[in-house]
């Protein structure tokens, strides 16, 4: 959760500037770091053998599909932010599309879904510090352990505010890309022009019974991409710097990941890269890069794809705490949370709170005995990336309310087409996952119905949450989605530790007058996102909220 516009617009409480450096970032720039924080070698080496192993050969074009109906939803959703003027929130666009009870629901599933996602995947960043240790250095430590070390470091980058920055994103995006590249390459040029098949894409591949469940690792891998607004205030021309950025987002990874994930189809063949999969998920890539390209590359991947991980760990990590901050200061949830540290100015209550949860949890899974990968990784996914299409679905509906809603602004057809054709094929995309989610979680059909059902009963509890705020608490329901900045990406880098330009290079953030007491931040101007007609029929001014 940022602050950033709200900082844009209003002076520090101590006195400081924290205005964002305005106009700073270009198209290419925004995307760059947008997909750096994706972390594209983790989602390949890491995830894209789990898809294999599911969909075998028709895997690549999961990626592609994904693609395509990411592109279609990042019209609608450009066209909201337009028409709002604001930084790309999903809670606020749900909220002023569909009001306020679906708005907080909306709220409640991002927050478990992020945490679902990040907590998840310290089983998977565990089983590569196994692997990367023992490769290097023989030396064998248990997965609890490197797991629990995972969550401390992650916590303590967060709590300090420490900034990794932009350029080591940049470092780390060549240096991840680059090795990708260099297997995918290498694979062709071995394999000739007389062994490359396009299996992958014959509609005997696309239509296994795997792909249905495949469209969750290849979902996954998107998630992020909407972060391009909330460098909107820093942009150039924003109108088409944003536009432009998230279109070259999604268009990269969506052809770079079905290009890789492709080219180790070639690899190891179509009728075998299915069960070369399953036997080896975690190594699948590390095999190929043994054998395609030698073992300096595969040593050097073991490494990369660890701080690759660690990159992402840590923008979920500023994500969801500021997404708990902010929602603490709205008086959703305890004011405690939304306390910043003294020195730091971190939104350090927060953090402690979701580093203890991840340490509960992976505690939890490590006396059980459970398996880092089969069980921590995906089982605690699961939940996640239903959820996060779920979030992506809604947003889509209250994209198409609030344009229609608005038409007197100015009909933006496009952008209603887009939603509409956005929200079938996400409704469709989410119905296909959980109707097959027994072949991506591989569990029973009982724990399938409570994984999926956790985010139903979070979507309803946010629901009941706001009438009861409506009812009791008045002025709690008021604050519901009105900060355009309340909502932030797993991987958005703006205004957390993973970019200089988050709060505008050198820029401190605001700082409470008592650092014991909650930071109420400034809000952005109530004016842009007020019904004009509001005047007249003596509403609240927030044009879903009135319907709430």
Known sequence: MTTSDA??????????????????????????????????????????????????????????????????????????TRRTGGSGAFYSYVTLGLGKHLGLGAGFVALLSYNALQIGVFGLMAVQEQDA???????????????????????????RGIEVGA????????????????????????????????????????????????LGTAFAAFMGFESTA????????????????TYVAVGFMAIFYCFVVWAIVQGFGAA?????????????????????????????????????????????????????????????????????????LSPSRAGDVQAIFAIVVVGAFTLAGADPYYKLFILVNTPGIVGIIALQAITAVAVVSYLVRTRHQGLDLKGIVAGVVASIVLILSLWVLVANLDMFSMGSTALNAALSGSVLAVLIAGIIAAQLFRVRRPRVYEQIGRDHDSETAATTTSDTSLSPVGR?????????????????????????????????????????????
Not at 140 to 157: D, E, N, R
Not at 183 to 191: D, K, P, R, T
Not at 230 to 245: H, K, M, N, S, V
């Open 7 to 80: 900082a844009a617009t209003s002076p520090a409480t101590n006195g400081t500037s924290t205005a964002l450096k305005e106009g700073v970032l270009g198209a290419p720039g925004i995307a760059f770091m947008v997909i750096a924080a994706a972390a594209p070698l983790m989602v390949m080496a890491g995830v894209a053998p789990l898809a294999l192993s599911i969909a075998g050969a028709g895997a690549p074009a999961a990626y592609l599909g994904a693609g395509i109906a990411f592109a279609i939803f990042a019209v609608a959703f450009m066209a909201m």
């Open 133 to 159: 240790l023992a490769r290097l250095f023989h030396i064998h430590i248990s997965w609890p352990w490197l797991a629990l070390i995972s969550i401390v470091l992650v916590w303590a980058i967060g709590r």
């Open 167 to 214: 350029k080591l994103l940049g470092v780390l995006l060549v240096l991840e890309s680059g090795i990708l590249a260099v297997l995918a390459v290498s694979i062709l040029f071995h394999v000739g022009i007389s062994g490359i098949g396009f299996d992958s894409f014959h509609p005997s591949a696309m239509t296994t019974p795997g792909m249905a469940a495949t």
């Open 230 to 245: 909330l460098y909107r205030r820093e942009a150039r021309d924003p109108e088409r710097t944003i536009p432009r950025a």
């Open 272 to 344: 075998n890269v299915q069960e070369a999969a399953s036997k080896d998920i975690a190594g699948l890539f590390f095999s190929a890069m043994q054998t395609y390209v030698g073992t300096w590359a595969s040593d050097l991947m073991s490494v990369l794809i660890v701080t690759s991980t660690l990159a992402s760990q840590i923008a979920f990590y500023n994500a969801i705490t500021r997404y708990t901050y902010s929602l603490a200061n709205d008086g959703v949830l305890p004011k405690a949370l939304g306390t910043t540290h003294p020195r730091f």
């Open 504 to 548: 505008g290079r050198g820029s401190p953030t605001p700082k409470p007058t008592n650092s014991r007491q909650p930071y109420e931040h400034p809000r952005p101007d109530p004016a842009r996102r007020r019904d004009p007609h509001d005047a007249r029929r003596g509403g609240t001014g927030d044009v879903a909220g009135d319907r709430g």
